[in-house]
């Protein structure tokens, strides 16, 4: 069996520190086959919560996957947001957007953060094309078998089941494209709270499945995290929440 604990919105500058300690402790006693955040690693974007959040991750033991959330774009500094989104991340670099290939299960990357939107609302989501035809084509060609796990911030669709809205720009038809390819879940944060819910797109079933908040940001439920387990082409979640 392999396990994965999925992460998401640390928010380093309003973290909960005993969340955090929390999990890293897990993380040390448990050893996962690998951590997937899916996204808002700092508050503010600032260079120091940045910094704050690659000390925390470089220190966990096993292999990490990245991916950008809306609140890791520079906040205050609009020649950056536009011209130099992801300069902040420094050393957590190597860990954005990293594909893992592990026994039974691949993990895909998919990008759902944009610099600007002709839209009000800057934080909700809109799928990457570039990324998208990367995502597909690595769950077309992933190996025959494995529970194919695509990454992301947004939710693609707002069929969550919790309050929190994504309102993700060609998240649906992301959705149908990835399904068509293969995959078997989204895995995907933003909304603060933990769901699983599975839709029929293109004529199979895929899952998406959010991970709650390990800040103090939280709505609905207390900080959260996903075990997942995948053995014999199958995917159980099982939602850990801090006493």
Known sequence: MTRLFHVSDLHFGRADQDALDW????????????????????????????????????????????EP??????????????????????RVQKMIERPIDLDGVTVIPLRTTARAQLRHNW???????KSLRRAVEMASGSTAGHVKLVAAHHPLIDKT?????AKTRRGLSALKALAEAGA????????????????????????????????????????????????????????????
């Open 23 to 66: 999990f890293a402790g897990l993380v040390e006693a448990e050893r996962p086959d690998a951590v997937i955040c899916t996204g808002d690693l700092t508050m503010r974007a600032r260079s120091a919560e940045f910094e704050a959040a690659a000390r925390w991750l470089e220190a966990l033991p096993v292999p990490v996957t990245v």
């Open 123 to 129: 934080s909700w989501g809109v799928v990457n094309e």
């Open 184 to 243: 078997d879940a989204v895995l995907t944060g933003h909304v603060h709270d933990p769901f699983d819910i599975t839709h029929d797109m293109a004529g199979r079933a895929i899952r998406m499945i959010g991970a709650g908040t390990l800040s103090e940001r939280v709505r609905g439920s207390r900080p959260s995290f996903n075990e997942l387990h995948v053995a014999e082409g199958a995917l159980q979640v099982i939602v850990r929440v801090l006493d």
């Open 69 to 90: 959330g809306n609140h890791d774009l520079p906040y205050f500094n609009p020649f950056e947001r536009m011209f130099r989104p992801y300069r902040r991340f420094g």
């Open 161 to 165: 089941g919790v309050e929190g809205r």
